[in-house]
């Protein structure tokens, strides 16, 4: 997560990404835009790109709110932590990652909870790890005959993915900070981690987090993984279809470009 400031000396973060506090601090607000392309090596299709702009605010110490979602830190280590330091750092978020609507679904939302946890191993190492759950939910399901594609991605209506991360930043000097990242999901067909299973995968990354002032933030983050489906998979509901059986795996690489203005 990227921060950066400029507000009153009281609210300011540091130039070093290891010292953020877990949520925002009262009265700071977040302006980010993330900027991602990825590739994968199954699909026929070109490479993948979505721009994805932020707004955040610290309504408390412990309280943060992004528009669709809110979260809490029951707990933080932070050395500038407003709160004073914990023993770690621990927080939740839940809420939505958006709204549509389609002609075929209906009303479509993607509710989205996460957990996550943080220790201040010393003043450079930061180790951290966590769970989400997002899902896509539509108020008139569709049902997928092969349930996902070329990417091994959810064709359905309704979904969810369950995934757990573990990642390490070390402060290297007073602007710069690297870290590395593992993940593993699960995508399943319904909104349950008990449905079936569509796809697992696994996932690593690099993290370069660049801060030449309090208030402004870089970060590049290039990305790799894999992704696997089960041996068994729903066929189509008509004998007389095709079967267009998707690939047993499927690598995907990337990369992730954010720049945030706190204030």
Same mark, same amino acid.
């Given at each position: ?98 709204? &549509?609507?389609?002609?075929?679904? =209906? *009303?479509?939302?993607? !509710?989205? $909870? ?7 191993? +010393? /003043? ?94 870089? &970060?590049?983050?290039?990305?790799? =993984? *894999?992704?696997?489906? !089960?041996? $068994? ?7 007389? +279809? /095709? ?21």
């Amino acid at each position: 997560m990227l921060l950066a400031c400029c507000a009153t000396p009281s609210r300011q973060l540091s130039t070093r990404a290891v010292d953020d506090p877990i949520v925002l601090p009262a009265r700071m607000t977040s302006v980010s835009v993330t900027s991602s392309a990825w590739q994968y090596q199954s699909s026929a299709d070109g490479p993948s790109y979505n721009v994805l702009p932020a707004l955040r605010w610290g309504l408390t110490n412990r309280l943060e709110w992004d528009v669709t979602s809110f979260g809490y830190a029951f707990l933080d280590d932070a050395p500038s932590s407003p709160g004073g330091q914990a023993p770690l750092s621990l927080a939740a978020h839940a809420g939505s990652s958006g709204v &549509a609507a389609s002609s075929t679904d =209906g *009303l479509v939302l993607f !509710p989205t $909870a996460s957990v996550d946890l943080i220790k201040h191993l +010393d /003043p450079r190492w930061l180790l951290s790890g966590g769970m989400a759950w997002d899902a896509r939910w539509s108020r008139t399901p569709v049902i997928a005959t092969d349930g996902v594609n070329a990417r091994l991605e959810p064709t359905g209506s309704r979904w969810a993915d369950l995934s757990a991360y573990i990642s390490v930043l070390r402060q290297l000097n007073g602007n710069l900070a690297l870290g590395a990242s593992f993940s593993a999901d699960e995508y399943t067909d319904c909104l349950s981690p008990l449905c079936e299973q569509l796809s697992r995968g696994v996932g690593a990354s690099l993290r370069l987090v660049y801060r030449p002032l309090p208030w402004l933030s870089f &970060a590049l983050v290039p990305r790799a =993984g *894999l992704r696997a489906r !089960p041996s $068994a998979l729903r066929m189509p509901v008509a004998p007389a +279809d /095709p079967v267009d059986m998707p690939p047993e795996t499927a690598s995907w690489f990337g990369c992730r470009a954010a720049v945030a203005f706190y204030y």
